[in-house]
Antibody
Framework: QVQLVESGGDVVQPGRSLRLSCAAS????????MVWVRQAPGKGLEWVAL????????YSADSMKGRFTISRDNSKNTLYLQMNSLRAEDTAVYYC????????????????????WGQGTMVTVSS | SYVLTQPPSVSVAPGQTAKISCGGN??????VHWYQQKPGQAPVLVVY???DRPSGIPERFSGSNSGNPATLTITKVEAGDEADYYC???????????FGGGTKLTVL
C-alpha cells in the first residue's frame, strides 16, 4: 500500500545537526513532489519545505532558510531533511507528505494539496 | 506574508451541520485545501482544490471558495468527526505554503 515512513528524529542539543529520512513505498516516488511539515507540541501545522519530483526546484519557509535543506534520492525512494543550527523552537513532530499531482497525468503545480502523510518523527532540541 | 484566519473552535451537536471558515486576502483566487487531524495522528486531506474530495472521504465533507472566507462544511456531524481542521493555500507571490491556525471541532 502507499506509505511514507519517517525516521531520524532524536533529542539533540541546540546548535547541533540532524538529518531526517522519509522512505516511500507503494507508488512511483519519482513522479511526485514531496514536502516536510512540522508541528510543535500543542501547536498547529507549519510547512517546512517542498521539493519537485526531480529535485530541480526547492522551496522552504523563511524561518528555516539557510538552516534546513530538503533533498531526495529517487533511486532509493527516499526524501531527506538536513537540519543544521537547531534551536529549541525547532522542537516538533516532523511529517513528510506527498504532494498530489502525478507528473504522468499533468505538469507539476506547486499548489497541489498533500494527499499522503507519514506518521511523523519527533525532534527535540534541548540542552 | 500571507495569513489564513480560522476560528479557534466550533461546536456542533451530532447530526447537525458544522461550518469552518478560512479567511485570507483574495482567497477566492487560490486553491484551498483542508485537513483533518485527530489527536496523536497525522493529518488527513479531506477536501482539495476548494471542493473536491479524495477517495474514501465521506460526501458529508464539502468545501466552497466563492469569496472570502472559504468554508469547510460537514453535514450530519458524527462523534468521530471531532478533530482539528486546517485550511491551506499556496501563496504564489512569496512561493510559500501557508496553513491556517486550525479549528478545533467539538461534537457536543
Amino acid at each position: 500500500q502507499v506509505q511514507l515512513v519517517e525516521s531520524g528524529g532524536d533529542v539533540v542539543q541546540p546548535g547541533r545537526s540532524l538529518r531526517l529520512s522519509c522512505a516511500a513505498s507503494g507508488f512511483t516516488f519519482s513522479n511526485f513532489g514531496m514536502v516536510w511539515v512540522r508541528q510543535a507540541p500543542g501547536k498547529g501545522l507549519e510547512w517546512v519545505a517542498l521539493i519537485w519530483y526531480d529535485g530541480s526546484h526547492k522551496y522552504s519557509a523563511d524561518s528555516m532558510k539557510g538552516r534546513f535543506t530538503i533533498s531526495r534520492d529517487n533511486s532509493k525512494n527516499t526524501l531527506y531533511l538536513q537540519m543544521n543550527s537547531l534551536r529549541a523552537e525547532d522542537t516538533a513532530v516532523y511529517y513528510c507528505a506527498r504532494k498530489k499531482g502525478d507528473i504522468v497525468v499533468g505538469p507539476p503545480a506547486n499548489n497541489d494539496g498533500f494527499d499522503i502523510w507519514g506518521q511523523g518523527t519527533m525532534v527535540t532540541v534541548s540542552s | 506574508s500571507y495569513v489564513l484566519t480560522q476560528p479557534p473552535s466550533v461546536s456542533v451537536a451530532p447530526g447537525q451541520t458544522a461550518k469552518i471558515s478560512c479567511g485570507g486576502n483574495h482567497i477566492g483566487t487560490k486553491r484551498v485545501h483542508w485537513y483533518q487531524q485527530k489527536p496523536g495522528q497525522a493529518p488527513v486531506l479531506v477536501v482539495y482544490d476548494d471542493s473536491d474530495r479524495p477517495s474514501g472521504i465521506p460526501e458529508r465533507f464539502s468545501g466552497s471558495n466563492s469569496g472570502n472566507p472559504a468554508t469547510l462544511t460537514i453535514t450530519k456531524v458524527e462523534a468521530g468527526d471531532e478533530a482539528d481542521y486546517y485550511c491551506q493555500v499556496w501563496d504564489n507571490s512569496s512561493d510559500l505554503w501557508v496553513f491556517g491556525g486550525g479549528t478545533k471541532l467539538t461534537v457536543l
